[in-house]
């Protein structure tokens, strides 16, 4: 039953990350706190983008809602990304097809932003 469990949770968060935008909410809510607004600033996306994207990663079980505060007559949200957003090799045997793509594109492609980032910051290689 707990394998089939933690089954259920690989997949949706399989489906999550098969949108870039979402890569990019879960790498910025791993190391900071952020609501939506915050995070449409932060990534030049617009609020109801990533609004729907975070509550897609929430639904998934990826962030934690850390903090609510009033804003304007209504109430803004804060998240955190939770540590498990990995994939289990089993679990990643049994995605569907139509999900793979996706998946692996939008990781690399995550992974070459980064790695581009950083050849241009000079901090490959340095441990500082």
């Not at 791993?30 to 983008?49: I, N, Q, R, Y």
């Not at 980032?117 to 490959?124: D, Q, V």
Request: net charge positive; with cysteine.
């Amino acid at each position: 039953m707990a394998s089939e469990n933690r089954q259920r949770i690989d997949l949706r968060l399989v489906k999550a990350l098969a949108h870039p935008l979402r890569h990019d909410i879960l790498e910025v809510l791993a190391v900071e706190v952020a609501s939506p607004t915050e995070l449409s600033d932060k990534l030049s996306t617009g609020l109801s983008d990533v609004a729907y994207h975070v509550r897609v990663l929430d639904r998934c079980g990826c962030l934690e809602l850390v903090d609510t505060a009033p804003r304007r007559g209504a109430t803004e949200h804060f998240y955190r990304a939770l540590p498990k957003t990995s994939i289990s090799h089993p679990a990643w045997r049994r995605v569907p097809r139509a999900l793979l793509g996706d998946v692996t594109l939008h990781g690399f492609q995550h992974f070459a932003r980064n790695l581009m980032a950083a050849l241009k910051a000079g901090t490959i290689g340095t441990y500082d």
